[in-house]
């Protein structure tokens, strides 16, 4: 809804609440960086893959933590690694539309729009109960001009 600050604030208290979730800082990491705050934004990226990667050494099949955590893996140089991840995570939820949104939000990322762009394209954009989440998604920024996005979110509405 773009109320970011808001939102960073009860990302953090429900980090705090529940410490072993990594979720709530990967979308704090996401209200940081929409606020121009990219410090605070890598803090929060930073304990999210942490979590994350504990998360996954109990649970090597968790989609979620994969394909989330892919951005950390990214921010810490580890592209090769967030390809696979994403790869794994798509592998194992192959038809779940948040892990194939968030599989493209990682390819952004990596700077392969086209293939963030196909993967988009398989989803059904206006049946997603986050429609608004993507309109003001910061890592979807870099895609907002391209005559597919315009054409995938006029589709949507």
């Known amino acids: 809804m773009g109320e970011f600050a808001r939102a960073a604030a009860l990302y953090e208290r429900a980090a705090e609440i529940q410490p072993d979730d990594y979720q ?6 996401q209200a940081y960086r929409s606020l121009g705050e990219q410090e605070r ?5 930073r304990r999210a893959l942490a979590i994350a990667e504990q998360a996954l050494a109990r649970d090597p ?3 979620r933590a994969l394909v989330l955590s892919a951005a950390g893996l990214i921010s810490a140089g580890r592209p090769d690694e967030a390809r696979a991840w994403i790869e794994r995570a798509c592998t194992l939820e192959p038809d ?9 939000c990682a390819y952004v990322l990596l700077g392969e729009h086209e293939r963030a762009l196909d993967m988009l394209e398989t989803i ?6 986050n429609r608004a989440w993507m309109e003001h998604d910061i890592e979807l920024d870099p895609l907002r001009d391209h005559p597919r996005f315009r054409d995938l ?3 949507a509405r």
């Open 153 to 155: 979110m006029a589709r």
């Open 61 to 63: 099949t968790d989609a």
């Open 124 to 129: 059904d954009i206006g049946a997603m109960a």
């Open 96 to 104: 779940e539309p948040h892990c194939r949104y968030n599989a493209a």
């Open 41 to 45: 934004g890598l803090d929060a990226q």
């Open 24 to 29: 709530a800082l990967v979308f704090a990491d």
